[in-house]
């Protein structure tokens, strides 16, 4: 297994993303392999965490609903060309993408503190990839805010529960960032 790397919040800052174009998208597995190689920009893929164990623990792990999703997860980006897969500190996003890192080993698997500005994280991940795919699982609550601030638009937020969503962001180097809302694994249980 690749080593995790822990990436700091104060890393240069890159160049903002402009205005939205807003891509209608569809599925329960989608194929991104058409969508996601681009010699012109970089895209980033965002997706929350799978189905997590209901309870009073603040990090639980995922349920066997939340693994099988997670499974379908890494089957509908299998032909994704990801660079880097970005985790948060919680188990449940790095168990959702653990199963897309195993068909991934040349991906570098690094972390990112969800609880720090969205705008720092979306600042440093536009810097560092300028023709990249890019995988990012966060929190259900955190994903919309690190969207708008990597795209510089506004993006729907995600509902409590909403696990089967995935945000595609390209950012082409002189044009509009296109975003694409699809769905994967089909709707929550």
């Keep these: 297994m690749p080593?995790?790397?822990?990436?700091?919040?104060?890393?240069?800052?890159?160049?903002?993303?402009?205005?939205?174009?807003?891509?209608?998208?569809?599925?329960?597995?989608?194929?991104l392999r058409t969508v996601t190689a681009s010699a012109t920009g970089a895209t980033f893929l965002l997706v929350a965490n799978a189905d997590a164990v209901a309870?009073?623990?603040?990090?639980p792990p995922l349920s066997p609903a939340g693994e099988a999703r997670a499974e379908r997860l890494a089957q509908a980006l299998a032909d994704a060309p990801l660079v880097a897969i970005y985790t948060d500190e919680f188990r449940r996003t790095q168990q959702t993408a653990a199963p897309v890192a195993a068909q991934h080993p040349r991906a570098e698997r690094l972390r990112y503190f969800s609880r720090g500005p969205a705008q720092d994280s979306a600042r440093q991940?536009?810097?560092?990839?300028?023709?990249?795919?890019?995988?990012?699982?966060?929190?259900?609550?955190?994903l919309a805010p690190l969207?708008?601030?990597?795209c510089g638009c506004t993006v729907r937020p995600m509902r409590a529960g909403q696990v089967?969503?995935?945000?595609?962001?390209?950012l082409p180097a002189h044009a509009a960032a296109?975003?694409?809302?699809?769905?994967?694994?089909?709707?929550?249980?």
């Design 178 to 189: 296109q975003v694409q809302d699809m769905r994967y694994g089909g709707p929550a249980p």
């Design 3 to 31: 080593a995790v790397r822990t990436v700091s919040r104060r890393a240069r800052l890159g160049a903002a993303a402009g205005g939205l174009v807003l891509l209608a998208g569809c599925g329960t597995a989608p194929s």
């Design 147 to 150: 969207a708008d601030a990597l």
């Design 164 to 170: 089967d969503r995935l945000l595609r962001i390209h």
């Design 55 to 59: 309870g009073a623990d603040e990090d």
């Design 125 to 142: 991940w536009r810097s560092a990839y300028d023709r990249d795919t890019v995988l990012v699982v966060a929190q259900p609550d955190t």
